[in-house]
């Protein structure tokens, strides 16, 4: 099983980035995919999720109408795309999956926004 996350880096205050999840060794079409996120000193707190054939999402209020949440079925794939940034959303952005008592994660990629 991997979850292999791409896409983070440095970008300044009200700008984009995308992240990138690529999944392999489970059947990642029926399992719900969600992102979190945590920053120094605080605990790991979810950002987004899709269900398993895309049609919910659910975001949390700091990021609502600013990240979007999609997913590739075909391509075992989960992006997020994050407009407006802000400081406050610097941390290690984490993908994780889950179906049933299945949860796996990935190892994270860094988002810095500062100017």
């Known amino acids: 099983v991997q979850l292999v996350e791409s896409g983070g880096g440095l970008v300044q205050p009200g700008g984009s980035l995308r992240l990138s999840c690529t999944a392999s060794?489970?059947?990642?079409?029926?399992?719900?995919m969600s992102w979190h996120r945590q920053a120094p000193g605080k605990e790991r707190e979810l950002v987004a999720a899709i269900s398993s054939t895309g049609g919910s999402t659910n975001y949390a209020d700091s990021v609502q109408g600013r990240f979007t949440m999609s997913r590739d079925n075909a391509k075992n794939t989960v992006v997020l795309q994050m407009n407006s940034l802000k400081p406050e959303d610097t941390a290690v952005y984490y993908c994780s999956a889950r179906w049933g008592i299945n949860n796996y994660w990935g190892q994270g990629t860094q988002v810095t926004v500062s100017s």
């Open positions: 060794g489970f059947p990642f079409s029926r399992y719900c």
